[in-house]
């Protein structure tokens, strides 16, 4: 039974989420990851074998997809010039 870690409901649902992994400097997004979602706070959660999976693939080797180019943004530097 599904239990929120964070805000406590019981009330869930599948979906496939997509997660940037960051390992090193490098950063990495997996897409069509399994994943219970909170239907009340949106907290995703994925399994034990999901879970290793992914760092399987992350770590192994796999071969990427695709690649995408991404955007920086530094939250702390723009609040300093604000």
Known sequence: MFK???CGSAESHTEFV???F???NKFY???NIPAIVCSRCIEE????ETSEAI???LHGESKPVK???LDVFNY???VKAS
């Open 4 to 6: 929120c870690h964070v």
């Open 45 to 48: 959660v994925f399994s034990g």
């Open 67 to 69: 690649s995408v180019v």
């Open 22 to 24: 960051e390992i090193g």
């Open 18 to 20: 997509s997660e940037v």
């Open 55 to 57: 760092r399987v693939m």
């Open 29 to 31: 997004l997996v897409e």
């Open 76 to 78: 702390k530097q723009e």
